[in-house]
């Protein structure tokens, strides 16, 4: 049976073992919302991406409801199970629907010895409604190790921050401040029928009150705005752009960072945009094309300046280094079943040699900003704190800010329910000895 037979949900089940086993929704989501009825992707994308959000607690009450574990071979029933419990606890589906629909998939899936378990875990579960979860794990839906890191690393916020993680994400933009002011095109959203408010912090953010495609967003297509959240927008505002520098962007794709700084900064004498992935790169150029914007684009590893340094010392750089995206969990919250604890320790030290590298090639007297999408300190404050220890011509910029949380060495936005993500900052000067 080809996946384009499979009723959704049956589809959703096995998106979600795929992701048990380690692919993200972004790698293996797309090929598959291409192979359904456009009328279906919504309802296909919303199956993934909410019952990832609740695994951790709807797997502990399946695990309560089920005798024994399934056999591995029968585990995609175990994840068809978890979709149609995700339904009855957070969607306004009718119940005898979910239950009836869920018997069927199982039989789609070929599991016609399931079928009878599936019915009767799910009508235990939709007659005796959501059970009492015991520990924070379950309870706030996160893995037992995040919670606990997080828990240790923020003793007064990490209630708030795993809240954070399990609410819905607004849609925020980003407008061109090369061709329109917020003020208009608030006006422009406004004619169009849609509400929205302008962020906090970031100069040239909107946060919309209510998500939509882009097609709907007035001038989308000519480059008058694009979709990126307020504190990936923060990056840009800290480099400090003027016309004639020489910016390098050292962990580009898929580029929302790279047309940030031309369309902030149209006089730049050169931007360099690089990044190891052969995959991404081609998403930098779409988005550069969309807002005619030119960059020069390598792949290569910032690690290793001998792949791709010219010698022409950068005056600005931006290190948006890979992370574990632990302040995005909201967006992604397939982090959850990917994200391992033993994967802070490399991602750290891949950190501290990507920006050990880049700082080679800044100019005396440059500014480098470090950023992440991460609230673990391991991969932000520690990083900055270590490499200060070993740069004697390294110096911490404190600008005075109106926002995040003063580290000591750099800082921290947490997520915030109602707007930004979590990222981490850190401003770096090179001191002219
Ligand atoms: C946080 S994402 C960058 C997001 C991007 N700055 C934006 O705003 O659209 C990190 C990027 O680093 C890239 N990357 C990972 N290791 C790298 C390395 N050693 N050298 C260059 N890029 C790397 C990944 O492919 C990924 O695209």
Redesign the pocket.
């Known amino acids: 049976m080809t996946h384009v037979d499979l009723p959704v949900r049956a589809l959703a089940a096995e998106i979600l073992l795929a992701v048990e086993n380690g692919q993200s929704l972004s790698q293996c989501l797309p090929p598959r919302l291409a192979g359904v009825a456009p009328s279906e992707r919504p309802e296909l994308q919303a199956l993934c991406y909410g019952t990832c959000r609740w695994f951790h607690r709807l797997d502990a009450e399946l695990q309560q409801r089920m005798k024994k574990p399934l056999r591995k071979p029968d585990r995609v029933v175990h994840h068809l199970m978890l979709v149609a419990l995700f339904q009855l606890r957070h969607s306004q589906h009718a119940h005898y629907a979910i239950l009836n629909e869920t018997v069927e998939a199982c039989r789609a899936l070929d599991k016609p010895h399931l079928t009878g378990l599936v019915n009767g875990v799910l009508r235990a579960a939709e007659r005796e409604g959501e059970p009492a979860v015991s520990g924070p794990a379950a309870q706030y839906s996160h893995p037992d190790w995040m919670v606990e890191k997080l828990r240790h690393n923020w003793p007064d916020t990490w209630q708030q921050i795993l809240t954070a993680n399990n609410a819905q994400a607004p849609m925020t933009l980003r407008v061109n401040a090369s061709q329109i002011s917020r003020d208009d095109y608030l006006q422009w959203l406004q004619d169009a029928g849609l509400e929205a408010t302008p962020t906090r912090y970031a100069p040239y953010g909107i946060q919309l009150t209510k998500p939509c495609g882009v097609d709907r967003l007035p001038g989308f297509a000519d480059g008058a705005v694009s979709v990126q959240d307020e504190a990936?927008q923060l990056c840009t505002t800290l480099l400090d752009l003027a016309p004639g520098q020489h910016v390098l962007?050292?962990?580009?794709?898929?580029?929302?960072?790279?047309c940030a700084i031309l369309e902030q900064c149209p006089d730049l004498a050169a931007v360099t945009a690089?990044?190891?992935?052969a995959d991404?790169l081609p998403r930098v150029q779409e988005n550069l094309d969309r807002l005619g914007l030119y960059a020069t684009l390598k792949e290569?590893?910032?690690?290793d300046t001998s792949q791709w340094w010219d010698r022409t010392p950068f005056d600005r750089i931006?290190a948006?280094?890979?992370?574990s995206a632990s302040g995005v969990i909201r967006r992604h919250p397939d982090i959850k079943l990917l994200r391992r604890e033993a994967d802070i320790t490399p991602l750290a030290g891949?950190q501290l040699s990507?920006l050990s590298a880049l700082w080679q090639t800044l100019k005396p007297g440059g500014r480098l900003v470090y950023a992440t999408?991460s609230v673990f300190p391991q991969e932000n404050h520690r990083i900055i704190q270590r490499f200060l220890k070993q740069q004697a011509d390294a110096r911490l910029l404190e600008p005075v800010l109106s926002w995040g949380i003063d580290t000591g060495f750099g800082r921290q936005l947490l997520p915030d329910a109602e707007s930004h993500d979590g990222f981490f900052y850190a401003c770096l000067e090179r001191v002219d000895e």
């Open positions: 990936a962007d050292a962990c580009a794709a898929p580029g929302g960072k790279t690089i990044d190891q992935s991404r290569a590893d910032a690690a931006l948006d280094v890979p992370c891949l990507i999408c």
